[in-house]
């Protein structure tokens, strides 16, 4: 039994039971670039200048094969003409905010997912609006373009699930409605990978019982479903037949984007153990903000400057969101041992956290071992607390009491003298206002 054939039957008759749209930007951060430089247009334009990555490729840099994640010199190497800008995070929430703004004109029920993408509950507004869910939906589109110069995606369905897979199906500026009548004829086209909330472990135990398609998930029972992946799993199995469980979160979030740490040390070094220390560090410093506002990350960047300000990094992405700093370790480790050239004098580490989204507490993949990360979030909890009580860094991970070895014994170790005239309330990093006179007394 083929797919195909199976799937010209229809799921249901219903159209819109209830109405979602996902809007999500067209390589937003460079398209808000390129509205903010109208002559950038057509142009192909990176972000991510100041980690030496890409952090964001306009669609004429993707055309060239430039995409996220790719390193910025063999970018530039592939196009020279290549317009390369540092990120401007505080710009692209400003237009993130415009948008969500946009879209509140139609209802209050709209979702802040990320900082470019949201969904929109239209359900029962067709009266209101005089017209179909398709046509509200291209309006606000439409006036999201009008007003901002910005494209985005467009998808509609009955379930946030069906919404954010049809928004991604045609890109950019595409607008992708579909009906429950018409499900059987998206659905069969979605690869299990490409299912939100379907991780590689899940995507694998469903290929051995010989999945493939977001299709061949609806068309088993949902006794088989629920048994094989738990309650997770059915939800999803009935947001892919286009029946509603994940409703539209109309809570306003705080802005996000992403946390990033970035320390210079005076002396430039070439210990590994150092450096590696440094970054370490500023990955606490970054997990402990990212806990402080309740979020966690799926992004991960690791970049090195060294002496002669030659930036590098990398990115990793996660399986699943954290804020467990230990969790992360053997990810940031493996980035820091492709990018640490031996020899090489480093001045500057830096760790930036991106796809921050709310902490709901862990989704465990399958085959996970919940008590493991249960227990290592509540390590990272507990050194919250310590530190909070004690002061920064009273507990650390292991790597960074490299830290104290270095600063130990290094000539790196030798304080400025300004240290040593601290005024009361006054720490090496933070100086008062305060005019000093040296007088003999
Ligand atoms: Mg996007």
């Not at 509950?121 to 609006?129: A, K, M, P, Q």
């Not at 240290?419 to 100086?431: M, S, V």
Request: proline share 6%.
């Amino acid at each position: 039994m083929s797919s195909a054939s199976s799937s010209s039957r229809p799921l249901t008759l219903s159209g819109y039971p209830r109405a979602i749209a996902h809007v999500d930007g067209d390589a937003f951060f460079t398209s808000v670039e390129q509205s903010v430089h109208p002559e950038w247009k057509g142009c192909p334009v990176v972000t991510g200048q100041e980690r030496g990555i890409i952090a964001c490729a306009s669609y004429e840099a993707k055309a060239l094969g430039i995409k996220r994640g790719v390193a910025l010199w063999e970018a530039q190497r592939m196009c020279p003409e290549l317009v390369v800008v540092p990120s401007d995070y505080e710009l692209y929430s400003l237009y993130s905010k415009r948008m969500f703004e946009i879209m509140r004109r139609y209802t209050p029920m709209v979702e802040e997912h990320s900082i470019d993408e949201g969904f929109v509950d239209l359900s029962g507004l067709r009266r209101v609006f005089h017209g179909s869910y398709e046509a509200i939906a291209r309006e606000m589109q439409a006036t999201i373009r009008r007003e901002l110069d910005i494209g985005v995606s467009v998808g509609l369905g009955p379930s946030k699930s069906i919404a954010k897979l049809a928004s991604k199906f045609r890109k950019p500026y595409g607008f992708t409605p579909v009906a429950g009548y018409h499900l059987h004829l998206f659905i069969p086209r979605i690869l299990l990978s490409d299912v939100w909330g379907f991780g590689r472990n899940t995507v694998q135990l469903l290929q051995q019982y010989g999945l493939r398609t977001a299709w061949d998930v609806v068309q088993r029972s949902e006794a088989w479903i629920s048994q094989l992946l738990g309650k997770p799993g059915r939800e999803i199995w009935h947001e892919l037949r286009g029946e509603s469980i994940y409703a539209v979160n109309p809570e306003e979030k705080t802005s996000y984007t992403t946390i990033s740490k970035c320390k210079t040390f005076t002396a430039p070094s070439a210990d590994r153990a150092f450096v590696y220390a440094k970054l370490i560090r500023n990955l606490e410093n970054a997990f402990a903000k990212l806990r402080r506002y309740k979020l966690s990350t799926r992004v991960i960047t690791v970049a090195l400057r060294t002496k002669g300000f030659m930036q590098q990094g990398m990115e990793a992405r996660l399986s699943r969101p954290t804020s467990a700093t230990q969790e992360v370790l053997p990810v940031v480790r493996t980035l820091f041992d492709e990018l640490y050239q031996p020899g090489e004098a480093y001045r500057t580490t830096m760790i930036a956290l991106g796809k921050l989204q709310e902490d709901r507490g862990i989704q465990y993949e399958l085959f996970e071992d919940p008590v493991r990360i249960d227990a290592m979030n509540r390590v990272a909890q507990a050194m919250d607390v310590i530190n909070k009580r004690l002061g920064k860094h009273k507990v650390q991970l292991g790597p960074a009491l490299d830290l104290a070895r270095g600063e130990e014994t290094g000539p790196r170790d030798i304080p400025p003298q300004r240290h040593n005239n601290l005024l009361p309330g006054e720490t090496a990093r933070k100086r008062l206002r305060i005019p000093r006179l040296a007088v003999p007394v």
